[in-house]
């Protein structure tokens, strides 16, 4: 097996709309370093495809008649090592939050281009979630605790001060270069606190560290 053919990113289809499973069908099987490993249409199927084909990446719809996507999502996610993306037509932060809950790595509108597509598969499959940072922003406003000054048990035990103002920036949208800024660090000092917060927290990537903040209450300033 060549380099080429190793980098080949499979992708499982779970919709219960045949006619999109064939646009994507046609998106993937056209473009280089893509191909469809296989096809549900509904979530106990994509469930069973995912845990007897194992691919890469799954695109698997909300709504499906019967296993819901997210059932599908929480039995893959816990079964087997495949990566997740979320699909609906409609852009609700429920959906957001509970994909992202149980450990989706991204959350893609249907209405998305085919190049947006693309790459937020090749972006899941690289091991970083793919929601944009205003999405996240969003989220931590509707979600955060209301509780100033609340603090979770593992903030002061496991996570430094430095580590929490990191963690802040992330969950407003902050690019890493714009916390650098912020917090007159070099751009590598917050990359290597960022990977420090993933293993200590047990996270993958920059949005499921932002929810796990807002869940804990580590988003409000101290008064």
Do not use: W
């Not at 495809?49 to 996610?77: F, N, Y």
């Not at 790459?119 to 922003?137: D, F, I, K, S």
Request: charge should be positive; aromatic fraction near 6%; glycine fraction near 8%.
């Amino acid at each position: 097996m060549t380099a080429a053919e190793r980098e080949v990113i499979g992708v499982l289809l779970a919709d219960d709309d045949e006619r999109f499973r064939g646009v994507y069908r046609k998106l993937f099987s056209r473009t280089d370093g893509f191909r469809v490993a296989g096809e549900a249409a509904d979530g106990a199927e994509a469930a069973r495809l995912a845990g007897a084909l194992k691919p890469a990446v799954a695109l698997l719809d909300v709504q499906m008649p019967g296993t819901s996507g997210l059932e599908a999502a929480r039995r893959i996610l816990r079964d087997t090592g495949t990566r997740v993306i979320m699909l609906t037509t409609f852009d609700l932060d429920e959906y957001v939050h509970e994909a992202l809950t149980l450990g989706a790595s991204g959350f893609l509108l249907k209405n998305a281009s085919p190049p947006e597509v693309l790459q937020a598969v090749r972006t899941v499959h690289a091991g970083n979630a793919m929601l944009a940072p205003e999405v996240t922003a969003r989220l931590v406003h509707r979600f955060a605790p209301r509780r100033p000054g609340h603090r979770h048990a593992f903030a002061g035990q496991v996570l430094s001060e430095r580590e929490i103002q990191v963690i802040r920036f992330v969950a407003r949208g902050y690019s890493n270069q714009r916390i650098a800024d912020e917090l007159f660090l070099s751009l590598e000092t917050v990359r290597t606190y960022l990977r420090r917060m993933f293993a200590k927290l047990g996270v993958n990537d920059r949005t499921h560290l932002a929810v796990l903040a807002y869940e804990a209450g580590l988003l409000h300033e101290p008064r």
